[in-house]
């Protein structure tokens, strides 16, 4: 079981890039998967989740509007489509599923910073200059 997140990098604020959440190993098709940051000496924040059992999502107050988190079934991958970045989007971002399929929703995945999520991939860098 492998989750690996890719498509970070730096861009100038008011700038798009697009995550990448690859799973390998077993299929996301039932699963919760969340992205979360973490800015270096600050608490992991939930940024979006989409519960693929039934399509439903959650979104931060702070990305609402300019974030938007979809799945690619034949691609095993769930991306995050990032546009109008600022600064202070500027974090490292985990993709990350919990253990079981359909053990929890899309607001319980993104409210609690990633408590109970199993699997994460290893972070992929944004940056955002101003």
């Known amino acids: 079981v492998q989750l690996q997140a890719s498509g970070g990098g730096l861009v100038h604020s008011g700038g798009s890039l697009r995550l990448s959440c690859k799973a390998s190993?077993?299929?996301?098709?039932?699963?919760?998967v969340g992205w979360f940051r973490q800015v270096a000496g600050s608490d992991r924040e939930g940024v979006s989740c989409i519960d693929l059992s039934d399509g439903s999502t959650y979104y931060a107050d702070s990305v609402k509007g300019r974030f938007t988190i979809a799945r690619d079934n034949a691609e095993n991958t769930v991306y995050l489509q990032m546009n109008d970045l600022k600064p202070n989007d500027t974090a490292v971002y985990y993709c990350a599923t919990p253990r079981k399929p359909q053990s929890m929703g899309a607001r319980r995945c993104g409210m609690f910073g990633g408590k109970g999520m199993d699997y994460w991939g290893k972070g992929t860098l944004v940056t955002v200059s101003s």
């Open positions: 190993g077993f299929f996301l098709d039932k699963y919760a």
